[in-house]
């Protein structure tokens, strides 16, 4: 069985009925499929703040740099109570050893993107992050976070989950006094990090092949790369030649990298295009 990472969650993802119209935004693929993998930590700061469930709608006011959340109808400013909490609530998460954040989207006090702001007069003017998604990413730069939104889009989604993965591999290495762990946690990651480099990826992968593989094996691996770089494939058919030829002729260099399994294979994330 394995371990459960945890995660921290807008309430209503989870299908909780916390939302300002007592409704909820539950999302199956967040629960059925990525609940297999990360255990839950849920937040929804209206709620906990203290705002009833339903309640009136609220929105950002202001400047990205110094939003106020303010009720739509009434006026009724809740900037600095709501401010007061999240300070508590932050530093009751720094006990709870998140390795990430899943936020909703839009939101005027969860969202950490592209949230709508207005002038004083209720013009729409410029977006920003939400009060508690803004907070939440000041107090915790390192720890990965992503909206609703963008979890449904593959390349963000992917990049997201591994990059959740590597953080909890991180806070794992943190707890060692050890050099040859730390060592040794880079050295793993090499590979992951030269991805975020095709030219180099191809470079490095292609190094520890070149006295092995066939010449035929080599420009079949390379042509694949290649069409994986143009869009032409998805990830996954690189990188199961990649570890079938690991496999084949035993490099453990490349055993132990892990960008040939970054997170758990279920979640399918790399066989989108």
Same mark, same amino acid.
């Given at each position: 069985m394995h371990e459960k990472i945890k995660m921290g969650i807008s309430s209503c993802l989870l299908g909780e009925k916390v939302r300002y119209d007592g409704r909820h935004k539950?999302?199956?693929?967040?629960?059925?499929?990525?609940?297999q993998y990360f255990e839950w930590v849920p937040v929804c700061p209206e709620c906990e703040y203290g705002l009833p469930v339903p309640r009136e709608p609220l929105r950002l006011v202001g400047r990205p740099e110094s939003p106020r959340l303010i009720t739509?109808?009434?006026?009724?400013?809740?900037?600095?109570?709501?401010?007061?909490?999240a300070e508590k609530k932050l530093g009751e998460l720094e006990q709870e050893n998140l390795c990430g954040f899943i936020f909703k989207s839009k939101s005027p006090?969860?969202? +950490?993107?592209?949230?709508k702001? !207005?002038?004083?007069?209720?013009?729409?003017?410029?977006?920003?992050?939400?009060?508690?998604?803004?907070?939440?990413?000041?107090h915790f730069p390192l720890i990965p976070v992503i909206d609703d939104g963008r979890l449904h889009n593959?390349?963000?989604?992917?990049?997201f989950i591994e990059n959740v993965f590597v953080f909890q591999r991180w806070q794992k290495i943190q707890k060692s006094k050890s050099i040859n762990d730390l060592v040794e946690f880079h050295t793993n990651h090499k590979l992951l990090m030269l991805a975020h480099s095709p030219r180099h990826y191809s470079s490095h992968i292609s190094g520890y092949f070149k006295k092995l593989i066939s010449a035929d094996e080599k420009q079949e691996l390379l042509e694949i790369i290649e069409n994986y770089r143009m869009s032409f494939i998805p990830l996954i058919?690189? +990188?199961?030649?990649?570890?079938? !030829?690991v496999r084949k002729y035993n490099i453990a260099y490349l055993q132990r990298q892990h960008y040939l399994n970054p997170h758990p294979m279920e979640l399918m994330l790399r066989n989108h295009v």
């Open positions: 539950l999302d199956r693929f967040i629960t059925d499929t990525l609940g739509i109808k009434t006026g009724i400013d809740h900037t600095e109570k709501m401010l007061q909490w006090s969860s969202g +950490i993107v592209g949230v702001m !207005y002038t004083p007069s209720g013009i729409p003017s410029q977006r920003g992050a939400g009060i508690f998604g803004g907070a939440f990413m000041k593959p390349q963000l989604r992917e990049n058919v690189p +990188i199961t030649l990649i570890k079938h !030829y």
